[in-house]
T-cell receptor
């Protein structure tokens, strides 16, 4: 399968714990995006990488959130001191050279108890 | 899986009929628009896109129409099939990010 992959698919954690999610984009894609989706809503943009550079961050991305793409391939999204409001589906997408035609992974569903 | 649609508009069509899903967008400066299909428990799946300098684009069984005067986008699906049942989102491109609309549930009756 050469699509975008995300791990884990599901994560249940207790409030206050740290979690880290991984995204592996389509191999030749230089652009990588993170979005968050809550029930009944469309995805909301969180952050964007071009190669290893993080070029844009949403105001939704609080100080507890950090994303990296160290070698310009896979990316990680870490949430520190999780809160119940962080419960959502976290989606990763990638594209080649232009922001349109983004291809999404299956998402990581986070539940904070 | 993802259980969406508590408050989303729903379009019910008979199998074999054509479907039209509508979307109003907000930013007249958006330079491209995309339709995505999302099935329960899965990420959004790219269907078709259109640049702002076009008013129509066709794909396989789908057509997207863009009316910039009234900031309206539509997705037409020909000969709708049960596998088309999903939530459909329009998204507008603002720089390096996509801004998604609220979504429409498409239910195909056999």
């Amino acid at each position: 399968d050469t699509g975008v992959s995300q791990n884990p698919r599901h994560k249940i954690t207790k409030r206050g714990q740290n979690v880290t999610f991984r995204c592996d984009p389509i191999s030749e894609h230089n652009r990588l995006y993170w979005y968050r989706q809550t029930l009944g809503q469309g995805p909301e943009f969180l952050t964007y990488f071009q190669n290893e550079a993080q070029l844009e961050k949403s105001r939704l991305l609080s100080d507890r959130f950090s994303a990296e793409r160290p070698k310009g391939s896979f990316s990680t999204l870490e949430i520190q001191r999780t809160e119940q409001g962080d419960s959502a589906m976290y989606l990763c997408a990638s594209s080649l050279n232009r922001a349109g035609e983004q291809y999404f992974g299956p998402g990581t569903r986070l539940t904070v108890t | 899986g993802e259980s969406v649609g508590l408050h989303l508009p729903t379009l019910s069509v008979q199998e074999g009929d054509n479907s039209i899903i509508n979307c109003a967008y907000s930013n007249s400066a958006s330079d491209y628009f995309i339709w995505y299909k999302q099935e329960s428990g899965k990420g959004p799946q790219f269907i078709i896109d259109i640049r702002s300098n076009m008013d129509k684009r066709q794909g396989q069984r789908v057509t997207v129409l863009l009316n910039k005067t009234v900031k309206h986008l539509s997705l037409q699906i020909a000969a709708t099939q049960p596998g088309d049942s999903a939530v459909y989102f329009c998204a507008e491109g603002e720089g390096n990010k996509l801004v998604f609309g609220a979504g429409t549930i498409l239910r195909v009756k056999s």
